[in-house]
């Protein structure tokens, strides 16, 4: 069983692992098979959901001169645009006219269920996923995608059988691994989800996420030492992200170096002022920090893993 501060952390990763796979499948920027050397095109592809938009709308103006391809292409990438910028009804919008062009194209599909999944509609970003397998049951980000959202419903055993599928499938990507250690670790194998994440680790050692999680695992063993470092260099590769120097506080706080911790909640709301797992735990450990100046005071015990 896991004190609270440390659940909060599982699910702030199971919500990161989740956009991340459904985020890669969201992004889609399918390229024309013959593109005409203009601007609207070059918007239309660019990287910048703005610009993709208004080149995109630009070429769909004139979609009686371009191929059904084409048109396809268009509408993928103005979808993930749309995406991208939370306009989540007109993405599910133009996926749907690029299905009515395509209904064969299995990424067509896996991008309208990233959008369903934005909106909070998991009936038909599943029913979407499980129509992208039928088309390609080797599409390993449907396959990601899916595991993402079993497991957030907590059917591990279905969303196991999709990880293991994509892992089989992307041998090259760390992200497979890290998503099957997070529900080996969700499942209390914590040995098994130190073993996904140190492979993770090998394919991608610049992979914060991966040392994060690893870190969380190490931490719920008690290997403190462990988890410290591993949290160390999540924060080194990403010092935005508020969620680990979370971590790394309630690992302080194991350790009883409360003012450590003190800083790492302090950095965390300084990133992130509405996180309230931090707010708490800052409370609590300036709570602990005055306690222990105090004549014959003592710290309370630090919270962790049970």
């Not at 989540?88 to 009515?100: P, Q």
């Not at 957030?152 to 969303?159: L, N, Q, T």
């Not at 992200?175 to 993770?200: C, H, S, T, W």
């Not at 350790?255 to 790492?264: F, G, I, S, Y």
Request: proline share 4%.
């Amino acid at each position: 069983m896991y004190s609270k501060l440390f659940v909060s952390s599982l699910r702030a990763r199971r919500r990161r692992i989740l956009r991340v796979s459904l985020g890669v499948a969201g992004a889609l920027a399918l390229a024309p098979s013959v593109l005409a050397a203009n601007d609207d095109w070059a918007g239309c592809k660019s990287a910048d959901p703005d610009a993709r938009i208004a080149g995109c709308t630009k070429v769909l103006a004139n979609a009686g001169k371009e191929s059904k391809h084409n048109q396809v292409a268009a509408l993928s990438n103005r979808a993930g645009a749309y995406l991208a910028k939370g306009d989540v009804a007109l993405a599910i919008d133009d996926f749907g006219k690029a299905l009515t062009l395509d209904p064969k194209a299995a990424a067509l599909y896996v991008g309208r269920a990233a959008a369903f999944k934005a909106k909070g509609d998991l009936e038909h970003a599943l029913a979407d996923l499980d129509s992208a397998l039928k088309l390609d049951d080797k599409n390993a980000a449907a396959h990601g995608a899916r595991a993402a959202i079993l497991r957030a419903r907590g059917e591990f055993d279905k969303a196991l059988a999709d990880i293991e599928a994509t892992v089989n499938l992307d041998k090259k990507s760390a992200l497979p691994l890290v998503m099957r250690g997070a529900l080996y670790q969700a499942k209390g194998d914590f040995d098994r989800a130190i073993a996904d994440f140190n492979e993770a680790i090998k394919r991608d050692p610049k992979l914060a996420l991966a040392y994060n999680d690893r870190g969380l695992a190490y931490h719920v063993k008690g290997d403190l030492d462990h988890a410290l470092a591993d949290f160390d260099e999540a924060i080194r590769l990403d010092p935005k992200h508020a969620q680990f120097y979370l971590n790394r506080a309630n690992a302080y706080r194991g350790k009883h170096e409360l003012e450590r911790a003190k800083a790492d909640l302090e950095t965390a709301l300084n990133i992130k002022p509405d996180l309230a797992a931090a707010k708490k735990g800052l409370e609590e450990v300036e709570r602990q920090i005055a306690k222990k100046s105090a004549p014959g005071g003592a710290a309370t015990p630090a919270p962790g893993p049970k």
